[in-house]
């Protein structure tokens, strides 16, 4: 009981002390200039009750009532001696703030010969300056470290030591229970089939090593966050039943150089003693930057913390069982020397998944939960390219929170839908009131929706929506096409064409005059479209010719061959033509589709209005009760539903 009292004062103290030090902290960082700091104090050390403007501290010069004036802050601040008969003819001391660019200052001094003193941000003692910035502080831990290993060896409260500075913080699973197997893991095949052959080898060293084979010590998993890199190591270590460390990079790389070096030493000991096992390290770029890259030269404890990595990955023998396992997005960025055999020499790439792939994740987590039939996951899928599975995962989640807003039993298709709209969108904002505004926006949207449908080549619409989301005032949605990486020059055509088909309406229905704004981001994509038509993909009269490049914007063809910024006038001259051609024929194609099919926009604008969001099949049934539409090729709908 005491000596738990006693204990708890003691922890108070070093609270507050290592505020004082977390002060200290912001000096080394440079966050505040010290000379600031000290200057004021110095300031309000003086007497600074009675202030003083400027402007009366020049008059005060000029009627000879000033004694002395002392300049602080780089002559922003000052502290004179004066007296007058306003005061009572008593000396006191005042302090004025000095303008900016008040800079004939010291010259009037001089001229009415008043007693003055500049007191420059003096450096503090280098000496002094040490001792209070670092070695105080490290003196202050190591009492604390002290302090508390004794406390546990006295036997007293046991639990984990609040000051373990060198311990690394992995995380450390005995028998790691996370459930985590590998059917939990959909849309990433490769990277399984290799991580299923360490689990082999986990289980079955000898297999391996009987014929001299060398399992990597160390795995690098490359790719962007959320596609499954954590999930990947938590299965092979549940599933090949070892202990798993985990830890993030970013916790190596710390305040004091060597408590990084020392974390990654404390955990290569623990994961030796507990061989086989996984070591996962997320974020490893946070420590295996590429060594003196960073900003302002090197970065001492990083690198030591990395070459202490280096040093360990080296050190253990591949057949005693610790596999490492790293995982970044940034492959780029990492120092070579962690790549070279015996260290990370297997890299396994996991991508964004695919449509399938996003189908079977999708599927993976509706697993515990309730959809309702109309739900379908390969529509979902349609939906999201470039999600990621944990992108996946939160969409799922959403929908689930807003059933249980909603107080449904099961999800149904109205929250998967408010829930991807949201996440792709933006969140809803209020409908608009029923003006001439709405209605223009309404046709608006339904010259991109119509545009859109009646071309071949164009994305199937998804829907259509009145409802204001993320700074859009009204939005028509189309179900992306799986590979844009590669798309024909008709459907770039296509793209440009319904992207004007928005401000065409507008122009049809409404009149020139009538044309917004609200086209301009419209406009801008399809400048960038039709640009790239002609100087990237060759999509133009100029001809099949790469013009600059695609990633800097280097000029390719020019008056001095690769090295300037700029066409040569010709080119550029004929850059600009090829550009207008392909967007005054597509502005054209816009016109005739919305004026073709001007009745039904009437009729779908009415309805629209009245309903504020139809789907895509609904769209089309009116649709074509005007007009035939093309048969767009998705081949993939047939194959799941
Ligand atoms: P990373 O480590 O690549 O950033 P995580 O493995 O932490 O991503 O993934 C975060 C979450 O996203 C997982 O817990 C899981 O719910 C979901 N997830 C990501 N990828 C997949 C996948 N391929 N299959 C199933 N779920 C996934
Ligand atoms: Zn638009």
């Known amino acids: 009981m005491g000596r738990n009292t006693f204990r708890n004062i003691i922890i108070a103290i070093i609270v507050i002390a290592s505020i004082s030090i977390g002060i200290k902290k912001f000096d080394l960082l440079g966050l505040e200039s010290p000379e600031t700091i000290r200057n004021t104090a110095q300031l309000n050390q003086n007497v600074v009750s009675s202030r003083m403007t400027y402007g009366r501290f020049l008059e005060y010069l000029e009627m000879g009532w000033v004694k002395q004036v002392d300049l602080y802050d780089n002559s922003r601040n000052a502290i004179i001696q004066a007296s007058s008969p306003e005061l009572g003819n008593r000396p006191q001391t005042i302090r004025v703030e000095i303008p900016v660019g008040a800079s004939q200052l010291i010259q009037k001094l001089k001229e009415y010969n008043i007693d003055f003193d500049a007191h420059p941000a003096e450096r503090k003692n280098l000496f002094i300056s040490l001792a209070s910035n670092i070695i105080l502080p490290i003196l202050f831990i190591s009492g604390l470290i002290y302090f508390f290993q004794n406390s546990e060896n006295l036997g007293g409260t046991s639990g984990p030591s609040p000051m373990n500075l060198g311990k690394s913080t992995a995380r450390f699973e005995r028998r790691p229970d996370t459930g985590i197997t590998f059917k939990d893991i959909a849309g990433i095949d490769e990277a399984k089939g290799e991580f299923e052959e360490i689990v082999s080898f986990l289980k079955e060293p000898e297999k391996y090593t009987i014929v001299g084979a060398k399992i990597p010590k160390g795995i690098l998993l490359v790719g962007p966050p959320g596609t499954g890199k954590t999930l990947l190591a938590k299965a092979i270590a549940n599933e090949a039943d070892v202990p798993f460390f985990s830890v993030a990079g970013s916790e190596f790389v710390e305040m004091f150089i060597g408590i990084g070096a020392a974390r990654v030493r404390d955990l290569f000991k623990k994961a030796s003693e507990n061989a086989p096992c996984i070591v996962f390290i997320d974020e490893i770029d946070a420590v295996g930057r590429e060594r003196g890259a960073g900003v302002g030269g090197g970065n001492d404890e990083r690198e030591q913390t990395l070459n202490q990595l280096l040093t360990e990955m080296d050190g253990f023998k591949e057949n005693k069982g610790v596999i490492v396992v790293g995982a970044t997005n940034r492959v780029d960025i990492l120092d070579a020397a962690l790549l070279r055999p015996g260290r990370f020499d297997r890299q396994v790439t996991v991508n964004l998944p695919d449509r399938l792939g996003r189908v079977e994740i999708l599927k993976v987590h509706a697993r515990n939960k309730p959809l309702s039939d109309d739900v379908s996951l390969v529509q979902l899928a349609n939906r999201t390219p470039g999600f990621s599975g944990a992108d996946l995962a939160n969409l799922l989640n959403e929908a689930a929170i807003l059933a249980t807003r909603y107080k449904k039993s099961k999800i149904t298709k109205k929250e ?43 994305d199937e619409l998804e829907k259509i929506t009145l409802t204001p989301r993320g700074g859009a005032k009204g939005l028509t949605w189309f179900t992306p096409n799986e590979d844009q990486t590669l798309l024909s020059r008709a459907a770039l055509l296509a793209r440009i064409i319904a992207t004007l088909g928005g401000r065409a309406a507008e122009q049809v229905v409404f009149g020139e005059p009538e044309i917004t704004t609200g086209a301009s981001s419209d406009l801008q994509q399809v400048t960038n479209l039709a640009r790239q038509m002609v100087t990237r993909f060759g999509m133009s009269n100029i001809g099949p010719m790469a013009l600059e490049d695609e990633n800097t914007g280097q000029v390719f063809l020019g008056g001095n061959m690769t090295s300037g910024s700029e066409y040569a006038e010709n080119i550029a001259d004929r850059i600009d033509d090829e550009v207008c051609k392909i967007i005054n024929y597509c502005e054209q194609k816009a016109i005739e589709i919305i004026s073709d099919n001007r009745v039904i926009i009437d009729l779908i604008v009415e309805k629209l209005l009245d309903v504020e969001t139809m789907d895509g099949d609904e769209f089309r049934k009116l649709l074509t009760t005007y007009t035939v539409l093309p048969n767009k090729n998705t081949p993939y709908q047939s194959k799941f539903n």
């Open 416 to 458: 998967v839908n408010e829930a991807a709209d949201r996440i792709i969108g933006g969140i809803a904002g209020t409908p608009l009131e029923d003006t001439k505004n709405k209605r223009l926006i309404a046709y608006h949207e339904v010259g991109h929706a119509i545009t859109g449908t009646v071309l071949k080549s164009h």
